[in-house]
Every structure is written in structure tokens, then in C-alpha cells.
């Protein structure tokens, strides 16, 4: 038999049966006690109510100091509790400690939401601002903010944190704790086989970008393992900035197609009709006879120029990361400590954050759409994303003894969502490769050591050709 005090989803308890055999008791007691003082003579009726009124406070003093003790919730977790309540599982619980209006606090806010929405009933999230309640800092033992607190199911605080902290490494500590939130719910997409073989003759695939290459702008170069061929002087120069060589007279061994003949001739002495598409994009026309040059600067315009000139110009704009010529209208753009730099690829224009240890803005273009992806990196790990959708395209290729290898700068990308990713795949049947998120890209790149990024993209150290 139980009686219950207190509505059962407030964790009260029901009073005990002797406990009620006694409130009961007191009151029979009272109730007689009176009964006898007013049969008394002699006392006055003043007196009387007097000595009622303190012996009914001194019982009802007493019965609410036993309730109040019977009520408490049962320290003992182990007693059997068979109370009517629902019961509220214990959550593990994300503290983070900062100010609504210090930068990496404010990059904290959006994560902090994303999390308190996404595993909602999984994982308790909180936010306490000590620039508004400086109690709350002494109460947690803050040093610096932001400092994210981690506590278990038990309450207990397992780990903390100061600084910023992306979201991929709140996941991923909270997994070393015990707590798989991201689970498996992450979009996996991978192709691993071209989806037919490449049949093109291999003469007619640039060494560079893989892409055709056109009969009026081949570039030919003599090595020692035979002709190496490329689409297009870009894609030589390209070359010519990933070799760790000397490259004192390495030009004597260039030969560049003659736009007006169709042959190939010295790459030194010819001369170049340089102009530009419409957008912005560098044309370059190779001639080896002046004539046949200025009669198609008449007919599509442009400045007659030298391979030392040439050279200067395709030079001019390099890769932050990997230091290879780029042209800024086929490249990423990086911000770092506002100064521009460029990614001659997405996954290069991330390693910006590793070469130069700041923290960057990225906005790269959806490979497929063209569409704006802009990364922004704290302290080397990604503090935003949009679209937040945006994923990672890994170009990998397998090596005769089985390792995976970058495919490439030109075979990496950026995508506003997975869909488009696959699509660009479809389209693509060579390459390769595996879906990425952005900060597992930008996690690749942070790893590397100064000796690794010394070497990124050089031809004969990390070019996987
Ligand atoms: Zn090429
Ligand atoms: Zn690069």
C-alpha cells in the first residue's frame, strides 16, 4: 500500500506506512488533549488557547520535520526503487564554457547547435557565457575559453578542452569516451575501377591533366625515358614547376606545335600570340615564323612574346601549398592573415593551412555547377562550412604493387553535396578515387611534416606517374 506525496514525475517518494500511523497517533492525541484542558477549571479561556496553539505547532513542527526526511530521494541508487515515475536516462553531457562575443566562441555556436539538434536525445549540450555569469567560470575551473567539458552518463568529467574544437573532433573524442554519435550515417561513395578502360592511344593523353591532347597545341619534351607529351604549354609549364631538377637549358629539349603548320619546332626560338578568353583565361598560340604570327594577331588579337617572357607570365602565379603554376581562373582561392594565395586544386588549397601554420578562407567551385564552396580553418581544423552539405572528392589510383595513391591535382575536387559528386563521377569514367569530408581532406594535409610538403605535387617525389 502506498500513498503518494508528490506528482510521480517530479521523482517524489510515497509516504511510509508507519510514518502515517503516527501522523495519525499525534493527531488522535491532540485532538484528546484538548479535549481535557477545556474540561479544567480554573485556567483562563487565554491560557488555554495559548498552550493549544504551541503544543498543535510542536506536533506539526514534528510531523513535517519526519515527512521532509521520508520524502528525500533515497541516496542509496541501490535499494529497488519501485516508485511510479518514468524513468529519464542519464545523457553524456557537452559543456562548453565561453562568450557569446569571442571570436572562437561564436565559430563554437554553430556546432554547438548542430550537435544539440542531431543527437537529441543522445547528448546533452550546454552553453554557459562567463562574460555574462563569471560565477560559472570559478563553478567549472575555466583557465582560458572557449573549454569544452566532457562529461558521462554518470556525470562524471572524463575530458576538457581549450580553445576551438570542430565538430569531426568533438565526434571523434566523444567515440574515444565510449559514445559513437556519428554512428555509421556518413555517406560512403567510392569507385575504384574506371568505369570502362581507357582505350585513347597514349600519345594522345597530356602527362599533366590526362585530358586530349589537341594536334594544334602539343608540347613535347625529351627526357631520358623517351618523349614526354603535353596538351598545352600551361600544362609544360605546369610540369616545369613541379621538377626538382636542374633545369639550367631545359628548354633546348621543349618543342611547341606551330599553330599555323600544324609541326612542332623549338620552343626557345619560336614566338607566342598571347591573349585571353573570355574568362580571363590565358590563350597561348605558338608560331615559329613571325609572319604567320602577326597575320593572326589581325585576326583574333593578342601581344607577340618570347619563351623567356612566357615563361615570366605562366610563373607568375603559384600554388600556396604546392608552388606549381596555376592560373587563378582554373585554381582555389585562399585567404590567410588577409593576403590571396591560390589552390591549384581543392585539396592543395587546404594544405595553404599547413604550409603557412594560419588559419585560411577557402572558396573553391563545385566541380559539376560551378557553385561557391567556402571552408574557413581555425587553429587547422575546418571552423565552417558552406554549404554545411559540401563534400570531398579523393582522386586515388592504384599502383601496380596494389598501394592507393593520389591520382592527382587535377583528378581532386569539391563538391556542394554528395549527389553532384556522383554525377561528376558518371561523367568522368576514368577516375578513381573515394567521397571525402572536407575536414578529413583538410586533416590529410595537417599531418603532413615540412619534408612532406616540401615534396607535394614534385614530379619524381609525390607525383604518382
Ligand atoms: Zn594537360
Ligand atoms: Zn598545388
Same mark, same amino acid.
Given at each position: 500500500?502506498?500513498?503518494?506525496?508528490?506528482?510521480?514525475?517530479?521523482?517524489?517518494?510515497?509516504?511510509?506506512?508507519?510514518?502515517?500511523?503516527?501522523?495519525?497517533?499525534?493527531?488522535?492525541?491532540?485532538?484528546?488533549?484538548?479535549?481535557?484542558?477545556?474540561?479544567?477549571?480554573?485556567?483562563?479561556?487565554?491560557?488555554?488557547?495559548?498552550?493549544?496553539?504551541?503544543?498543535?505547532?510542536?506536533?506539526?513542527?514534528?510531523?513535517?520535520?519526519?515527512?521532509?526526511?521520508?520524502?528525500?530521494?533515497?541516496?542509496?541508487?541501490?535499494?529497488?526503487?519501485?516508485?511510479?515515475?518514468?524513468?529519464?536516462?542519464?545523457?553524456p553531457?557537452l559543456v562548453?564554457?565561453?562568450?557569446?562575443?569571442?571570436?572562437?566562441?561564436?565559430?563554437?555556436?554553430?556546432?554547438?547547435?548542430?550537435?544539440?539538434?542531431?543527437?537529441?536525445?543522445?547528448?546533452?549540450?550546454?552553453?554557459?557565457?562567463?562574460?555574462?555569469?563569471?560565477?560559472?567560470?570559478?563553478?567549472?575551473?575555466?583557465?582560458?575559453?572557449?573549454t569544452q567539458i566532457f562529461y558521462d552518463?554518470?556525470?562524471a568529467e572524463r575530458f576538457r578542452h581549450e580553445?576551438?574544437m570542430?565538430?569531426?573532433d568533438i565526434?571523434a573524442k566523444w567515440?574515444e569516451l565510449g559514445y559513437?554519435?556519428?554512428?555509421?550515417?556518413?555517406?560512403?561513395?567510392?569507385?575504384?575501377?574506371?568505369?570502362?578502360?581507357?582505350?585513347?592511344?597514349?600519345? #594522345?593523353? +597530356?602527362?599533366? /591533366? =590526362?585530358?586530349?591532347?589537341? *594536334?594544334?597545341?602539343?608540347?613535347? %619534351?625529351?627526357? @631520358?625515358?623517351?618523349?614526354?607529351?603535353?596538351?598545352?604549354?600551361?600544362?609544360?609549364?605546369?610540369?616545369?614547376?613541379?621538377?626538382?631538377?636542374?633545369?639550367?637549358?631545359?628548354?633546348?629539349?621543349?618543342?611547341?606545335?606551330?599553330?599555323?603548320?600544324?609541326?612542332?619546332?623549338?620552343?626557345?626560338?619560336?614566338?607566342?600570340?598571347?591573349?585571353?578568353?573570355?574568362?580571363?583565361?590565358?590563350?597561348?598560340?605558338?608560331?615559329?615564323?613571325?609572319?604567320?604570327?602577326?597575320?593572326?594577331?589581325?585576326?583574333?588579337?593578342?601581344?607577340?612574346?618570347?619563351?623567356?617572357?612566357?615563361?615570366?607570365?605562366?610563373?607568375? #602565379?603559384? +600554388?600556396?601549398? /604546392? =608552388?606549381?603554376?596555376?592560373? *587563378?581562373?582554373?585554381?582555389?582561392? %585562399?585567404?590567410? @592573415?588577409?593576403?590571396?594565395?591560390?589552390?591549384?586544386?581543392?585539396?592543395?588549397?587546404?594544405?595553404?593551412?599547413?604550409?603557412?601554420?594560419?588559419?585560411?578562407?577557402?572558396?573553391?567551385?563545385?566541380?559539376?555547377?560551378?557553385?561557391?564552396?567556402?571552408?574557413?580553418?581555425?587553429?587547422?581544423?575546418?571552423?565552417?562550412?558552406?554549404?554545411?552539405?559540401?563534400?570531398?572528392?579523393?582522386?586515388?589510383?592504384?599502383?601496380?604493387?596494389?598501394?592507393?595513391?593520389?591520382?592527382?591535382?587535377?583528378?581532386?575536387?569539391?563538391?556542394?553535396?554528395?549527389?553532384?559528386?556522383?554525377?561528376?563521377?558518371?561523367?568522368?569514367?576514368?577516375?578513381?578515387?573515394?567521397?571525402?569530408?572536407?575536414?578529413?581532406?583538410?586533416?590529410?594535409?595537417?599531418?603532413?611534416?615540412?619534408?612532406?610538403?616540401?615534396?607535394?605535387?614534385?614530379?619524381?617525389?609525390?607525383?604518382?606517374?
Amino acid at each position: 500500500m502506498k500513498f503518494l506525496l508528490q506528482c510521480p514525475c517530479s521523482g517524489g517518494s510515497a509516504i511510509h506506512p508507519v510514518l502515517l500511523l503516527a501522523i495519525v497517533a499525534a493527531i488522535w492525541l491532540v485532538a484528546r488533549w484538548i479535549r481535557l484542558m477545556f474540561r479544567k477549571e480554573g485556567i483562563s479561556l487565554m491560557n488555554k488557547a495559548a498552550k493549544i496553539l504551541i503544543v498543535v505547532a510542536l506536533v506539526a513542527a514534528v510531523v513535517i520535520v519526519i515527512a521532509i526526511k521520508y520524502t528525500k530521494p533515497s541516496a542509496d541508487a541501490n535499494q529497488p526503487s519501485n516508485q511510479i515515475s518514468t524513468p529519464t536516462l542519464p545523457l553524456p553531457k557537452l559543456v562548453d564554457v565561453g562568450a557569446g562575443k569571442c571570436i572562437p566562441c561564436k565559430m563554437m555556436a554553430p556546432i554547438l547547435q548542430e550537435l544539440k539538434k542531431e543527437y537529441t536525445g543522445r547528448l546533452e549540450v550546454q552553453f554557459i557565457d562567463v562574460w555574462e555569469n563569471p560565477a560559472a567560470g570559478d563553478k567549472y575551473g575555466i583557465k582560458l575559453i572557449p573549454t569544452q567539458i566532457f562529461y558521462d552518463a554518470s556525470g562524471a568529467e572524463r575530458f576538457r578542452h581549450e580553445g576551438f574544437m570542430s565538430k569531426e573532433d568533438i565526434l571523434a573524442k566523444w567515440k574515444e569516451l565510449g559514445y559513437d554519435f556519428a554512428g555509421h550515417s556518413e555517406v560512403i561513395f567510392d569507385r575504384l575501377k574506371p568505369a570502362h578502360p581507357d582505350s585513347r592511344p597514349k600519345d #594522345t593523353i +597530356c602527362y599533366m /591533366c =590526362d585530358g586530349d591532347i589537341s *594536334p594544334k597545341t602539343l608540347v613535347t %619534351v625529351r627526357t @631520358d625515358k623517351g618523349e614526354v607529351r603535353l596538351c598545352s604549354p600551361h600544362c609544360y609549364f605546369i610540369m616545369y614547376s613541379c621538377l626538382t631538377e636542374d633545369k639550367t637549358g631545359f628548354e633546348k629539349k621543349v618543342s611547341v606545335t606551330d599553330w599555323a603548320m600544324g609541326k612542332l619546332t623549338p620552343a626557345a626560338p619560336a614566338l607566342y600570340l598571347y591573349s585571353f578568353n573570355e574568362t580571363g583565361r590565358p590563350v597561348i598560340k605558338s608560331f615559329a615564323d613571325k609572319q604567320n604570327a602577326q597575320a593572326e594577331q589581325k585576326a583574333s588579337g593578342g601581344s607577340i612574346i618570347g619563351w623567356q617572357i612566357l615563361l615570366g607570365k605562366e610563373l607568375e #602565379t603559384r +600554388c600556396g601549398f /604546392c =608552388d606549381r603554376a596555376v592560373y *587563378p581562373e582554373d585554381a582555389a582561392l %585562399v585567404k590567410a @592573415d588577409g593576403l590571396y594565395s591560390w589552390g591549384c586544386c581543392s585539396h592543395c588549397a587546404l594544405g595553404v593551412a599547413a604550409r603557412t601554420g594560419k588559419d585560411i578562407e577557402v572558396q573553391e567551385k563545385d566541380r559539376l555547377t560551378g557553385e561557391d564552396i567556402i571552408v574557413k580553418t581555425l587553429n587547422g581544423k575546418m571552423a565552417s562550412l558552406e554549404p554545411a552539405t559540401a563534400v570531398a572528392w579523393f582522386g586515388q589510383r592504384q599502383k601496380p604493387d596494389g598501394a592507393w595513391v593520389s591520382a592527382g591535382c587535377f583528378h581532386q575536387g569539391f563538391f556542394t553535396n554528395a549527389d553532384n559528386l556522383k554525377k561528376w563521377v558518371e561523367q568522368n569514367p576514368y577516375e578513381t578515387g573515394r567521397l571525402i569530408s572536407i575536414s578529413q581532406a583538410l586533416a590529410d594535409k595537417m599531418k603532413l611534416s615540412p619534408q612532406q610538403i616540401q615534396k607535394a605535387c614534385k614530379i619524381g617525389e609525390c607525383s604518382p606517374k
